[in-house]
């Protein structure tokens, strides 16, 4: 097991419990670049964070020791009616949505590993799982019984190389699948939606990407044969999850909102169209994903009163927006802005969170601490 983070633990726990001797190895450890761990081995199960380069994962594939992400073990062990979603935005909140909608667990690439539910659902039971590109790299047997593609939008450029490298991860998802919901225009074959077609209820969250998710939701529970009424009491009470335009508080009637999880252009620009109504202070910056942020610039209305840049990528956001304010961190952003009455203060980061925090969720969180430490 390589990578002992959330989903290398459960994997390696749900072997432990079959008998399976686990061989750990992780950064942390000391040991990821041991060779010789490979010796006694028949399968390399990876943690998503890892990338193929790394040592082991290349020198496995040389021996022809097959290599699985943890998905395709917890496909194995469990053997679930899988209903998978991906795509570049939107994947956490049509997942839980989806959750309601089926009354299922939902697991993956955010929140509970699939090998985490070992034990704890039936075979053929219905699972909504989340997957990202970095797991369909290495899945094999997976199948969905229903596959969800939300959008292809640049992403994770310094970890595929090449968005046509990227683009195929994630349509790695159809493999297999025997119903494919997508995108309307993408030309891809399956059920198609949008975010302008009716649907049972109209959603409680926010947003025209999130009506988009609300549709890809609606056409997959419909596939998976749940009826319209239970789809629109899902619809109509979801509130949405953690750091994905969150309300975190209302201070002087200002509204503070949380969008961590907007870790690249195109999540950033949904937050900036979900307010475009409204005054906006801007919080961006973090680290580096190769992205061009010249499409960011260009939709920046005069909506938006101040621009607040945060982390490693401020000196390139502040090329590519002019008049942006270089402030370092979440503290001295929140305290540089000085809205008004009415005003709505985002951080929609459009980068990625490590060169200042473990993840988005961390990010999020200290958002969260400093917004509630703010006085009247």
């Known amino acids: 097991m390589l990578g002992l983070a959330r989903s290398g633990k459960a994997a390696a726990a749900a072997l432990e419990r079959r008998g399976v001797d686990v061989v750990r190895a992780d950064r942390e450890l000391g040991n990821d670049g041991d060779l010789s761990l490979l010796d006694s081995v028949d399968v390399l199960v990876k943690s998503p964070g890892v990338p193929r380069e790394v040592a082991l994962v290349a020198e496995a594939g040389r021996g022809g020791i097959p290599i699985w992400s943890e998905v395709e073990l917890g496909y194995r062990l469990l053997r679930p009616r899988l209903l998978g979603v991906t795509g570049t935005n939107g994947k956490t909140t049509t997942c839980e949505l989806l959750g309601v909608m089926l009354q299922a667990p939902v697991a993956g690439n955010v929140g509970r590993a699939l090998t985490d539910l070992d034990g704890q659902v039936e075979p053929g039971a219905w699972v909504v799982c989340e997957l990202s590109s970095f797991q369909l790299e290495d899945v094999h047997e997976l199948a969905c019984e229903i596959a969800v593609l939300l959008n292809l939008e640049p992403d994770h450029l310094d970890r595929h190389g090449s968005f046509e490298a990227y683009r195929d991860a994630k349509l790695r998802i159809f493999e297999r699948a025997r119903t494919r919901i997508v995108p309307r225009g993408f030309g891809l074959d399956g059920i198609e939606f949008a975010a302008d077609e009716p649907l049972p209820a109209e959603p409680l969250i926010r947003g025209v990407h999130n009506r988009e998710n609300a549709a ?7 596939a998976a044969g749940i009826p319209d009424p239970q789809i629109a009491e899902a619809l109509r009470t979801f509130p949405g999850v953690p750091h994905r335009l969150e309300l975190v508080r209302e201070l002087n009637d200002v509204r503070y909102v949380n969008d961590s999880k907007a870790t690249n252009v195109a999540a950033a620009l949904r937050a900036l169209a979900a307010y475009e109504d409204e005054p906006v202070h801007l919080i961006l ?3 580096r994903k190769g992205e061009d942020f010249t499409p960011l610039a260009q939709a920046i209305g005069p909506n938006v009163r101040s621009i607040h840049l945060i982390g490693e990528t401020a000196d390139e956001l502040a090329a590519a927006i002019p008049g942006a304010q270089r402030d370092g961190d979440l503290a001295t952003a929140l305290h540089e802005i000085h ?5 709505v203060v985002l ?10 925090f473990r993840d988005f969720e961390d990010r999020g969180e200290e958002f969260r601490r400093l917004v509630q430490n703010l006085s009247a």
């Open 216 to 222: 890809a939701a609606t056409a997959a529970a419909r």
């Open 285 to 287: 910056g973090g680290s």
């Open 339 to 343: 809205p008004e009455p009415g005003d």
């Open 347 to 356: 951080l929609s980061p459009a980068c990625a969170s490590y060169d200042q």
